[in-house]
């Protein structure tokens, strides 16, 4: 399982656009990328998956560059609702056991107004 | 679509106490099915997952136990509790299909004392 590494945590300010960026060097051919993001006390919730270029919901768009080796969460004009916890997991796309992923530490944004 | 249900939400045991927290699926068949923790301010930790009646695998050694006596239940229990299992109790589900996203109940925050 390729591992990841994101910020602990990064602060913004209401309207503005925020980019979390996941590294993951050892990412194999066969791993796509998720990301997920969790409020307190509350379960983690799925917010976009990809596993090249550009993929475009409506909650947040995710870049994932030629190499892959890292991908950029970016969520257009944040505000107070989406201050939460983002992970970013990277998996074997042939798994049908999507729960092993690990969950790192992920990324604490907290949105100011 | 997939709705998790968890109970109860939060819970308050003294140590060496029993421990039994139920998780039931609704909106698919023949899921997979994980328990998760979380401590305070960490990432998730895979504890158990089943891929069906009976089928049970522990990802790390502790003090608790899993089992899944139907297709859309799954339980997680202790003989005797230490103050170690204090943590945020999450079951997750994905649809056993390729790339499946995970769904997430909303926890069991549980308190051993």
């Known amino acids: 399982l390729a591992k990841t590494t994101q910020p602990i945590s990064m602060d913004s300010y209401e309207g503005q656009e925020v980019n979390i960026t996941c590294s993951h060097n050892?990412?194999?051919?066969?791993?796509?990328i998720t990301w997920y993001q969790q409020f307190p006390s509350q379960g983690p919730r799925f917010i976009i998956q990809g596993y090249k270029t550009k993929v475009t919901n409506e909650v947040a768009s995710l870049f994932i560059p030629a190499d892959r080796k890292s991908s950029t969460l970016s969520l257009p004009r944040v505000s107070l609702s989406d201050t939460a916890v983002y992970y970013c997991?990277?998996?074997?796309?042939?798994?049908?056991?999507?729960?092993?992923?690990?969950f790192g530490q992920g990324t604490t944004l907290q949105v100011k107004p | 679509s997939q709705t998790i249900h968890q109970w109860p939400a939060t819970l308050v045991q003294p140590v060496g106490s029993p421990l039994s927290l139920e998780c039931t699926v609704e909106?698919?068949?023949?899921?997979?099915l994980y328990w998760y923790r979380q401590a305070a301010g960490r990432g998730l930790q895979l504890l158990f997952y089943?891929?069906?009646?009976?089928?049970i695998s522990s990802e790390v050694p502790q003090n608790l136990s899993a089992s899944r006596p139907q297709d859309r239940q799954f339980i997680l229990s202790s003989k005797k509790l230490l103050l170690s299992d204090s943590g945020f109790y999450l079951c997750?589900?994905?649809?056993?299909?390729?790339?499946?996203?995970?769904?997430f109940g909303n926890g069991t925050r549980l308190t051993v004392t």
């Open positions: 050892n990412i194999a051919t066969n791993d796509y």
């Open positions: 997991l990277v998996g074997d796309i042939l798994s049908s056991n999507t729960g092993k992923l690990i």
């Open positions: 089943s891929v069906g009646i009976g089928q």
């Open positions: 997750a589900t994905d649809r056993s299909s390729y790339n499946s996203p995970l769904h």
């Open positions: 909106g698919t068949s023949n899921p997979n």
